[in-house]
């Protein structure tokens, strides 16, 4: 199971990297941000599913609450969020290759082992905050008087704006409807009662 | 389903943290009164403000009185909720620490910087002072209110995981099945839990959307080319300010459903009609704040209709449910009346009283003419000030000590009421005779308006001074003693 879970990510890591898909998912703006950079996240977190089990004590020991790890994750996730960063990921190929390895390894794999770590008022409080982030940013990218990518046109950052603002509001209210019936994802379901349902929803459980 | 909350959990006294919010919360009351009052004395030209200085004060005590309306009535939520559902006191205490850290940055902002933009920040208003403020003052505010935010939304989150952890949903805590039918009303979640579920879905989403438009701000003050469109940011910030004020009542209500049955010696009885308005309000709170933009003409009709009748709607389930209960639970029950049950009858009373010109001034043909009138004040200062807030006095009357000293109680009890029914009948005869409101400077025909208001004011702030002392004297015993109720 595991060894198929690692080859599956492998496996799509690199169909992600031949110049034809990548060059399509790169040649506009949103399929950049909303499809490309979440799935590189999505297959680091795969590869946490496996790392899992042997992640060496100290680590996660270190990783108090999960805090360290989601520290990085912020970080990693912010960095690729600057517009000079993704110009450099689309012009400069050695500039994309850090890209594909930083986001699975830097962001989705810490996300994979932190976020269960972290106490549901945190992983509520982490979604609070991600969620008007994201709507913000899709405000700016509308209100923004120039370009803020020299490789994208300023249709394609209007329409990364909307989309940017839609994913939040998506987010927002699945976040609330789950919250309303107390929906609680099947890996989180241990104990719904006791650990607070949706609090503990998205990635791993607890 | 009770729970014996944290108890050994933590080493904080949970008794201790909620007297710590009321005496941060008296101490602040008393002072932003005082702002008040000093705006009204300087439009009765019996003090001389300068007009910049005017609306500095004007923002402090718009700001400072929303944020302490929510800090009070959180408290009042937290004490009774916390039977009911396991929550953090350390989190509760969290949340203190960013508000006074907040109410720090928003002081700073307006006292040394000068910013005066009004509570409601208005979009790009903060970026355009005109020279009264620099962009660090306007930031200072914003990044006040952000702490502030972020406190409530952790402390609401941590019910929130409380009451998940009881009741699985957050429509069983509202008690959806009830209101629909579904299940027996006697058997649906207590009221406290109810109301700070309801209270925690609008808080929550209001917060989100205020953040946001918060950072959107705060980037456009440092680099004003980033621009927004300014009704959709009015939106957002109403959706977010109506919303957090409108929430503290609902917060502080809480004190009544549980106060007045403890000295009626009757339960507070719950049944379909009780969910069902809470569940309506739900709702409504969400949706009612395009009240607020009846005047921008390039809102889309459908959403000025929706606000004008979503206004007359909106209160009226759950003030109705309690209005009524209230009157049964008081009626021939023998209560022998002390200043704290007093206090949370007069909250409701205010309260429903209040709603009245509101609901006035959400209509649209009405709104035209009263918008910025002294209205606008004379509504909610009734509902806020004699309703909300004296449901909070009641809470802290009832804590500390009710058995005794009683007479000294009583005088502060009157002053408050008679006076605070001067000062806000001033408010709405000025707006029915269209003095406008937010005007520093008044003409000669409006000068007995605001001199029987500042008089009324100072009457009504010598009453609460007199609870709040009584509240601190009596604050040692209270916080090692047991509820009340036993
Ligand atoms: C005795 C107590 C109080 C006095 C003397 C007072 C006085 C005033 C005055 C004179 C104004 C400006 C009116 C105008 O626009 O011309 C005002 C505005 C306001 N007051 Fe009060 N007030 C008191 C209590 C309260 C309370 C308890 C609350 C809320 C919990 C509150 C919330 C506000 C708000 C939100 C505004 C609007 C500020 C703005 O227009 O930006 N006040 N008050």
Redesign the interface.
């Given at each position: 199971m595991n060894a198929r879970l690692l080859a599956a990510a492998t496996g799509s890591w690199l169909v992600l990297w031949l110049p034809p898909i990548r060059h399509t998912l790169e040649s506009d703006m949103v399929l950049h941000m909303a499809v490309q950079v979440p799935l590189l996240i999505m297959l680091g977190v795969l590869v946490a599913v496996v790392a899992r089990d042997r992640e060496p004590r100290w680590l996660a020991d270190a990783d108090w609450l999960g805090i360290p790890g989601i520290v990085a994750v912020v970080l990693g996730t912010s960095f690729w969020m600057l517009p000079r960063a993704l110009d450099q990921a689309v012009s400069d190929p050695w500039a994309d290759l850090i890209k594909f390895l930083s986001l699975p390894l830097l962001v989705g794999v810490p996300l994979g082992l932190s976020w269960r770590r972290m106490p549901?008022?945190g992983r509520?409080?982490i979604w609070?905050?991600f969620?008007?982030?994201l709507?913000?940013i899709g405000?700016?990218y509308?209100?923004?008087?120039?370009r803020l990518c020299a490789y994208y046109r300023l249709d394609q950052q209007e329409l990364a704006g909307w989309t940017l603002i839609a994913i939040?509001v998506a987010l927002?209210m699945t976040w609330?409807f789950a919250?309303?019936?107390?929906?609680t994802p099947s890996c989180a379901k241990q104990s719904?009662?006791?650990?607070?349902?949706?609090?503990i929803a998205a990635v791993g459980g607890n | 389903m009770t729970i014996a909350a944290t108890a050994g959990r933590t080493a904080i006294n949970p008794r201790a943290a909620v007297l710590a919010y009321l005496a941060v919360s008296g101490i602040v009351l008393l002072l932003m009164m005082l702002l008040g009052l000093t705006m009204r004395l300087a439009q009765a030209q019996w003090i001389d403000v300068s007009p910049d200085f005017f609306y500095v004060v004007m923002t402090m005590h718009g700001a400072g009185m929303v944020g302490i309306a929510g800090l009070c009535s959180a408290a009042v939520m937290w004490h009774f909720v916390r039977r009911h559902v396991p929550v953090?006191t350390a989190?509760f205490l969290t949340n203190l620490v960013f508000f006074l850290i907040g109410a720090v940055l928003i002081l700073g902002a307006g006292f040394i910087g000068g910013f005066g933009a009004a509570w409601t920040f208005l979009f790009p208003l903060p970026a355009h002072s005109g020279g009264l403020w620099s962009v660090n003052a306007a930031a200072a505010y914003l990044v006040g209110l952000i702490f502030i935010g972020v406190g409530f939304?952790?402390l609401h989150?941590?019910i929130?995981?409380?009451i998940?952890?009881?009741?699985?949903?957050?429509?069983?805590a509202l008690g959806v099945k009830q209101a629909f039918g579904l299940a027996h009303g006697e058997e649906g979640p207590p009221p406290a839990v109810t109301a700070s579920t309801m209270a925690l879905?609008a808080n929550?989403?209001g917060?989100?959307?205020g953040?946001?438009?918060l950072?959107?701000s705060l980037?456009?003050l440092y680099v004003p080319?980033?621009?927004?469109?300014a009704l959709?940011a009015k939106n957002l910030i109403y959706y977010f300010g109506h919303t957090f004020i409108n929430v503290t009542i609902y917060m502080a209500v809480i004190a009544v459903y549980e106060i007045l049955p403890i000295y009626a010696h009757r339960a507070w009885k719950t049944n379909w009609a009780f969910y069902l308005a809470w569940v309506l309000s739900t709702v409504f709170v969400l949706t009612v704040y395009t009240h607020h933009l009846l005047m921008d003409f390039a809102m889309p009709t459908w959403t000025l209709v929706a606000g004008q009748v979503i206004s007359w709607l909106s209160g009226l389930p759950v003030l109705l449910v309690t209005a009524f209960g209230t009157l049964t639970v008081v009626y021939r029950s023998g209560l022998r009346w002390n200043p704290a049950a007093a206090l949370v009858f007069l909250g409701v009373a205010g309260w429903a009283i209040g709603v009245i010109p509101a609901i006035a001034d959400g209509t649209i043909a009405v709104n035209s003419v009263m918008h910025n009138t002294q209205w606008v004040p004379g509504h909610f200062h009734t509902y806020l000030l004699l309703g909300m807030v004296a449901m909070v006095l009641g809470f802290m009357t009832y804590l500390t000590n009710p058995q005794s000293r009683y007479g000294v109680a009583w005088l502060g009890y009157w002053l408050y009421l008679l006076g605070g029914v001067v000062f806000v009948l001033a408010f709405l005869s000025a707006g029915s005779a269209s003095v406008p409101r937010r005007y520093a400077v008044h003409v000669a025909q409006w000068l007995p308006y605001d001199r029987i208001g500042s008089i009324g004011a100072a009457c009504a702030i010598a009453g609460v001074l007199i609870l709040i002392v009584r509240f601190f004297v009596g604050m040692r015993t209270a916080a090692s003693a047991q509820d009340p109720s036993g």
């Open positions: 549901p008022l509520a409080f609070a905050n969620i008007p982030k709507g913000a405000g700016l509308l209100g923004a008087p120039t939040a927002g609330f919250a309303f019936v107390g929906w719904p009662r006791r650990s607070g349902g949706f609090l | 953090s989190v939304l952790l989150l941590d929130a995981r409380g998940l952890s009881v009741y699985g949903g957050l429509g069983a879905i929550i989403l917060i989100l959307v953040a946001a438009v950072i959107i980037v456009n080319s980033f621009t927004f469109n959709a």
